[in-house]
C-alpha cells in the first residue's frame, strides 16, 4: 500500500496563498501521473495532474492561479495556490497514477487531505 499525507491547508482571505505539500510513503511504485484532487461537497473534482516529462495541467477554474511542483527524489508533489477564492474552499487531495494499457489508474489509498477554508 501506499499512504499520502497532504498538509499545507488553513484558513485565508479572499486574494491569499498557500503551498500545499503532498509526500507518499509505504510501497512506492514509479508513478507516471501526480495529482491534486478537491472536495467542496460530497464529490471529487480534479484540480491539476503532473505527467512524468512536467507536462502540467490543470482545471479551468484554477488554471493561472494554481500551480503543481514535484520533488521526485522525495516523494512528494506540491500545489503552490495563488490568489485563492472562496469557490476554492475544499478540503485537498493528493494521489498519483501508473499509466498503463493507454489509462492512469488512481491509487485506491486516498489520505486525509487538508483543509483549505477562503473566506473574510
Not at 95 to 115: I, M
Request: hydrophobic share 35%; glycine share 10%.
Amino acid at each position: 500500500q501506499v499512504q499520502f499525507v497532504e498538509s499545507g491547508g488553513g484558513w485565508v482571505q479572499p486574494g491569499g496563498s498557500l503551498r500545499l505539500s503532498c509526500t507518499a510513503f509505504g510501497s512506492i511504485p514509479s508513478f507516471d501521473a501526480m495529482y491534486w484532487y478537491r472536495h467542496p461537497g460530497n464529490s471529487r473534482e480534479f484540480v491539476a495532474q503532473l505527467l512524468r516529462d512536467g507536462r502540467a495541467y490543470y482545471a479551468g477554474s484554477v488554471k493561472g492561479r494554481f500551480t503543481i511542483s514535484k520533488d521526485s527524489a522525495a516523494n512528494t508533489w506540491y500545489l503552490q495556490m495563488n490568489n485563492l477564492e472562496p469557490q476554492d474552499t475544499a478540503v485537498y487531495y493528493c494521489n498519483a497514477a501508473q499509466h498503463k494499457d493507454g489509462v492512469y489508474d488512481l491509487s485506491l489509498d486516498w489520505g486525509q487531505g487538508t483543509q483549505v477554508t477562503v473566506s473574510e
